[in-house]
């Protein structure tokens, strides 16, 4: 079996058991896809700490992610968290504008132990907590299999449409393999694809695509930040999880980063807003705390 059909295998189950997860969370219980997006969460947390080799830093590095978690009960106040989330997911978007510009100015092949330990916060943190407040609402329980299936319609066309006609290396210190026509190819052929199912569903094409050509880029720049630490570490994939994928790392690096922005641009202006935000906090994240 070759690489690609292992990719290909592995890739369809990892979608089947997303579909699982997100029809067990419509039809029988929202907190399957409360406790699987924790587990998922976990599996994400402890892959990035075997990033750090220090010790101290990994310790650290978990003990900041359990002060996090127990920030709901240290605020004791819906509105304050509430507030917390939208500006993390703010701050959270503007830290990677800022990655991906020092990626593409300074095509740098190397990070230390301490910026591998503060980026992991800046662009973690928020992911989990987006992954968790989107997940579990009955709305939005299939927003994360079409973030997770845009991002591999991405990262596959960009792929074979590089592997065929790629000439122009774009980063070519961190990530030799991603092209100029790659990425083009994926802008062109995500936001088409997501249009074509938006027809075949009767939702609106324009959202769509809209969508695939604000997703494209973003999953880009995931995909190649986390390969720039993997890099770093000399190491190829985040763990062996998954085969002929690595870990859930290498998975999903491109939704990592899609996940605050869609947070951001998608669920807040359109469906929440703040008048609603109290009553999505109460419903779906503060109960399982208290």
């Known amino acids: 079996m070759t690489n690609l059909t292992k990719r ?4 369809a189950v990892l979608i089947s058991l997303l579909f699982c997860i997100t029809y067990g969370t419509v039809v029988y219980d929202e907190r399957i896809a409360f406790y699987s997006s924790l587990a998922i969460s976990a ?3 402890w892959e990035y700490s075997r ?4 010790k101290a830093f990994r310790v650290l590095f978990f003990c900041g992610f359990f002060l996090i978690w127990l920030l709901p009960i240290t605020l004791g106040s819906v509105n304050a968290y509430g507030s917390f989330v939208f500006y993390m997911t703010i701050i959270s978007c503007l830290v990677w504008v800022l990655i991906s510009l020092w990626i593409f100015i300074f095509d740098k092949p190397h990070l230390n132990n301490l910026w591998i330990f503060l980026l992991g916060y800046l662009t973690l943190i ?3 907590v987006s992954l968790l407040w989107i997940m579990p609402a009955n709305t939005y329980g299939g927003a994360i299999l079409i973030i997770i299936i845009s991002v591999s319609i991405a990262d596959s066309s960009a792929y074979f449409v590089g592997k065929k006609f790629g000439k122009i290396k774009l980063l070519p210190n961190i990530s030799p393999g991603k092209t100029r026509e ?4 994926a802008i062109v052929i995500t936001p088409l694809s997501l249009a074509i199912y938006a027809i075949l569903m009767d939702y609106p094409i324009i959202g769509f695509l809209l969508f695939g050509l604000i997703l494209t880029p973003i999953a880009f ?3 190649v930040f986390f390969s720039l630490i993997k890099r770093s570490k000399n190491q190829k994939d985040s763990s062996h999880l998954i085969p002929g994928h690595g870990g859930l790392i290498d998975l999903l690096d491109g939704s990592i980063a899609v996940l605050p922005f869609f947070m951001l641009l998608a669920i807040y202006p359109i469906d929440l807003g703040f008048e609603n ?3 999505l906090i109460n419903k779906y994240f503060w109960t399982y705390f208290m």
């Open 43 to 45: 599996i994400i947390l």
């Open 277 to 279: 935000l109290d009553n």
């Open 182 to 185: 790659g990425l083009l190819g």
């Open 51 to 54: 990033f750090l080799k220090n």
């Open 8 to 11: 290909i295998c592995s890739g």
């Open 126 to 128: 928020p992911a989990f």
């Open 221 to 223: 720049i995931g995909d």
